[in-house]
């Protein structure tokens, strides 16, 4: 199978959260062995969805060779894609996110469809780079060093447990990290820590007896309003305009004693809200209401706010932390908000953990429930590591670009560096803007010299 096949097929193979990386992990385990390399699948089940970590390693080197005495270099990318939402906005696809399509632009061949950019095609940059060098005769005529292995990996866009499950079972033991992400051939040495927050706030009995007895009663009435604002990822919210954000204005300046009967918005936690509504009775005369719950939950989450500027980081953009009210949902007893917080490596674990009791209290002062979902530090690697050295001079040879950089999202590198290892981000395609919407997509010119950066860095660390 020739590499834009194997491209095709990549895309074809649906591993949105919904259907897991099970089936794309056997498609990779079938094409590497073909090339006549090891592979091995790690499967998990994770909320009920069938997950795989794939693993591949030169011929003849297997997880049980894979011991102290055996350093590896450990190339990692995701195979998990986010879900594609409505299939008609993917129109350079004819409105299936599935089905891989080319088009000739001014700029080269670009390639469209889910996961093209972030980050399943990548992989196959990482295989067909492997491939070659095998072909070229190294491990047999130039024994391995410190061997190279390569890992798909599942739950990304979930908290990232396949990365975690990789390191934890000691499938592989990596003595440098390189991991896979759309950097437009720029080289990431840091990256912001992420927390995802859910907030659930109960109505009180008063409050809900009011909204039951207001949803039977013919003669009820209630105002709507709603508001809209531009979708963005939660990285990057200077991009987008929060319309949860303009809601909650709204919400401050109503009277005392309203009722909410809906108050809904977004799509996820992770992006910046384009949409949202809020219905209310302006006449309910309540005592303790939602309204005044959320507002003074949100006073507290503006008071951790304004604390954010003391601890900017000049290397990423945004500089300073952000918090990302993604959603808000009415359910029958209570309302729940669901966000994130972005944290540079400059907030350390004292100040993190300072701003999530405080909100935890906030929430409990209003009888609400304050959770964590999931929390990744910060990370940024040492400059003097040796694989940053390896990069830029590889980088340099190829006449790209060896400057140092910084990433806002959070990827496995947060994961692999709390287990203190030196790694670094690299990938072909663009991000922001790119992934997480309609028609992804990424130029084959930057997919080839992705495949030659991986067969150069791999004859580096690893011959």
Not at 163 to 182: F, N, T, Y
Not at 195 to 216: G, M, Q, T
Not at 386 to 407: F, K, R, Y
């Amino acid at each position: 199978m020739d590499f834009l096949e194997a491209c095709r097929r990549m895309i074809g193979t649906d591993s949105s959260p919904a259907a897991g990386t099970a089936e794309v992990g056997r498609f990779v385990e079938s094409l590497a062995g073909s090339m006549g390399l090891a592979t091995e699948l790690q499967q998990e089940t994770w909320n009920g969805v069938d997950q795989a970590n794939v693993i591949v390693r030169p011929p003849g080197l297997s997880s049980s060779e894979t011991d102290e005495r055996r350093p590896e270099f450990l190339l990692q990318t995701h195979l998990d894609t986010p879900d594609p939402g409505a299939y008609a906005l993917w129109q350079k696809t004819g409105s299936n996110p599935f089905n891989a399509s080319i088009y000739q632009t001014e700029d080269g061949d670009v390639i469209h469809g889910l996961g093209a950019a972030d980050t399943k095609l990548d992989f196959l940059c990482k295989l067909f780079a492997l491939k070659d060098l095998v072909d070229a005769g190294a491990g047999s005529k130039t024994p391995w060093r410190v061997s190279p292995v390569l890992v798909g990996t599942f739950g990304e866009e979930l908290g990232m447990p396949g990365a975690v499950k990789l390191i934890r079972k000691k499938m592989v033991r990596p003595v440098a990290v390189l991991v896979g992400e759309p950097t437009a051939h720029r080289l990431v040495v840091a990256g912001k820590g992420f927390a995802s927050v859910e907030i659930e706030i109960p109505f009180s009995k008063e409050e809900r007896e009011f909204r039951e007895a207001h949803n039977l009663s013919e003669s009820a009435s209630s105002q709507s309003r709603i508001f809209r604002g531009q979708a963005a990822h939660s990285s990057s919210p200077q991009l987008g305009d929060s319309a949860i954000g303009k809601m909650l204005d709204a919400l401050e300046r109503l009277p005392n004693g309203v009722a909410v009967m809906e108050i809904e918005g977004g799509v996820n936690f992770n992006t910046v809200p384009a949409h949202a509504v809020l219905e209310i009775d302006l006449v309910a005369g309540l005592v303790e209401p939602m309204a005044l719950k959320i507002v003074k939950i949100r006073q507290a989450i503006r008071a951790v706010e304004s604390e954010f500027k003391n601890f900017a980081d000049s290397q990423f953009v945004p500089a300073e932390p952000t918090m990302n009210i993604g959603m808000i949902r009415t359910l029958d007893d209570h309302v729940r908000i669901s966000g994130c917080v972005r944290l540079p490596p400059t907030v350390g674990q004292a100040a993190y953990e300072d701003w999530m009791q405080r909100l935890r209290a906030a929430c409990r002062e209003q009888g609400a429930e304050f959770r964590i979902g999931d929390y990744k530090p910060p990370f940024r690697t040492k400059e003097q590591a040796d694989i940053i050295e390896v990069c830029q001079n590889t980088l340099s040879e190829m006449g790209l670009s060896s400057e140092l950089t910084a990433q806002s999202v959070a990827n496995e590198a947060n994961v692999y560096s709390k287990f203190g290892l030196d790694v670094v981000v690299w990938g072909p395609g663009q991000g922001v803007g790119n992934s997480h919407t309609p028609n992804e997509c990424v130029k084959l010119s930057d997919l080839d010299a992705a495949r030659d950066f991986y067969r150069r860095i791999m004859r580096r660390v690893s011959l």
